[in-house]
């Protein structure tokens, strides 16, 4: 089991501006929808820098980040340290400006805005198209149809469509909050199945002591592989591990999203795990497929998508809450759930208690 971390980007700090195109470059991250400007500011102090971090700190909420972009004349040299300040709430990504050239860490180099016959305005279209892309590229080497599920909504303006996600989290939010204090504050939670951490990512940002597991290494790493050069950020904990040899625990909450049918003819086995590593009355929370089959009689539907190799399994209502009763859990709630593109089953939310 080894363990990983995952950030996630919401600030662009642009240093170098005046001789060297650094606000041509905000301006272009502007235009495009993908960033948008928070604040702008040219040569700021440290004060500055501070007060845009906690304005766009405090203008996040638990399922979308602000952004900002910081334009600087000159290196900050007080960056580093501000970073390290605000690394359980934000992170940055530097932009150096040099010669109408962009470079991020040491070796990262995008081409020169100039020159070209092409308008300014343009060409700095380009060099953020550039930037934009490179974030995208880096991770591609691992990207699957599967692994790419979470990184749309992590990344804004990646071009690469939505995997709902953040919907799918702001559905998957009631079920996770203290209906009392509306948060999940002193929780530990299990996500199984986090892929790229875009839940658990959502469950910390609710103030939950985040544990992360992925039988896909590549779900875990393209993110801390390129973002341990380049952000600094909150992290939770994030395992490769098979949900099946996880040793951990015990936790407050699990959830267990859209990951439940892969576990096929062992289903019964993740309820008993999970019911184990649960303290008295935590809360598993699944988010599920239900088959539309077999009307009050527990039944399950096993079917191939376009993404996967094998069958799933789809059990239908009364198979599920036979599974739960059976493996000593309880319901306490259950509501709908984001339905993917193209799939037929619909989705729902299931929380339940164990019991004793
Ligand atoms: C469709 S994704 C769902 C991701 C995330 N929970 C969500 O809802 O956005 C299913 C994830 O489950 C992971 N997975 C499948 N079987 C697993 C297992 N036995 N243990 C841990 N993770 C598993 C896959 O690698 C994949 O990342």
């Known amino acids: 089991m080894t363990q990983e971390n995952i950030?996630?980007?919401?600030?662009?700090?642009?240093?170098?501006?005046?001789?060297?195109?650094?606000?041509?470059?905000?301006?272009?991250?502007?235009?495009?929808?993908?960033?948008?400007?928070?604040?702008?500011?040219?040569?700021?102090?440290?004060?500055?820098?501070?007060?845009?971090?906690?304005?766009?700190?405090?203008?996040?909420?638990?399922?979308?980040?602000?952004?900002?972009?910081?334009?600087?004349?000159?290196?900050?040299?007080?960056?580093?340290?501000?970073?390290?300040?605000?690394?359980?709430?934000?992170?940055?990504?530097?932009?150096?400006?040099?010669?109408?050239?962009?470079?991020?860490?040491?070796?990262?180099?995008?081409?020169?805005?100039?020159?070209?016959?092409?308008?300014?305005?343009?060409?700095?279209?380009?060099?953020?198209?550039?930037?934009?892309?490179?974030?995208?590229?880096?991770f591609a080497e691992f990207l699957t149809p599967r692994t790419v599920y979470q990184r749309y909504d992590i990344m804004p303006g990646m071009g690469l469509g939505s995997s709902l996600s953040n919907e799918k989290f702001c559905a998957l939010e009631p079920f996770l909050l203290s209906p009392t204090?509306?948060?999940?504050?002193?929780?530990?939670?299990?996500?199984?199945?986090?892929?790229?951490?875009?839940?658990?990512?959502?469950?910390?940002?609710?103030?939950?002591?985040?544990?992360?597991?992925?039988?896909?290494?590549?779900?875990?790493?393209?993110?801390?592989?390129?973002?341990?050069?380049?952000?600094?950020?909150?992290?939770?904990?994030?395992?490769?591990?098979?949900?099946?040899?996880?040793?951990?625990?015990?936790?407050?909450?699990i959830l267990c999203a859209s990951t439940f049918h892969y576990f096929r003819n062992r289903q019964e086995d993740f309820l008993q795990k999970a019911h184990a590593l649960l303290i008295d009355a935590g809360e598993l929370i699944l988010e599920v497929g239900v088959s539309q089959e077999g009307g009050d009689q527990p039944f399950v539907e096993k079917y191939a998508r376009h993404v996967d190799s094998d069958d799933c399994h789809f059990p239908n209502d009364a198979e599920y809450l036979r599974m739960a009763k059976e493996n000593n859990f309880e319901l306490i709630d259950k509501g709908r759930s984001v339905d993917q593109a193209g799939d037929p089953i619909p989705r729902f939310i299931y929380k339940f208690r164990a019991c004793a």
Not at 45 to 57: A, D, F, H, P, S
């Open 181 to 253: 204090t509306q948060n999940m504050n002193g929780k530990r939670a299990l996500d199984v199945g986090c892929n790229e951490g875009y839940l658990s990512l959502g469950m910390v940002m609710a103030g939950a002591d985040v544990t992360g597991i992925d039988i896909h290494r590549p779900n875990l790493t393209t993110a801390s592989r390129y973002i341990n050069a380049v952000f600094h950020a909150p992290s939770a904990t994030f395992f490769h591990s098979d949900f099946f040899e996880f040793e951990g625990g015990p936790f407050n909450t």
């Open 7 to 138: 950030h996630v980007p919401n600030i662009i700090i642009i240093h170098g501006t005046k001789a060297n195109g650094g606000s041509g470059l905000a301006d272009a991250f502007v235009r495009s929808s993908a960033w948008q400007l928070y604040e702008l500011s040219e040569d700021p102090t440290e004060k500055t820098v501070q007060n845009i971090l906690r304005t766009v700190i405090e203008n996040s909420s638990a399922t979308s980040k602000a952004h900002a972009i910081i334009l600087a004349d000159q290196k900050l040299s007080f960056v580093r340290e501000l970073e390290q300040s605000y690394i359980e709430e934000a992170s940055v990504i530097s932009v150096c400006m040099d010669r109408f050239r962009a470079y991020i860490g040491n070796d990262t180099v995008f081409y020169d805005a100039l020159p070209s016959r092409q308008s300014a305005e343009t060409r700095y279209d380009a060099l953020a198209e550039q930037l934009l892309n490179w974030m995208q590229s880096t």
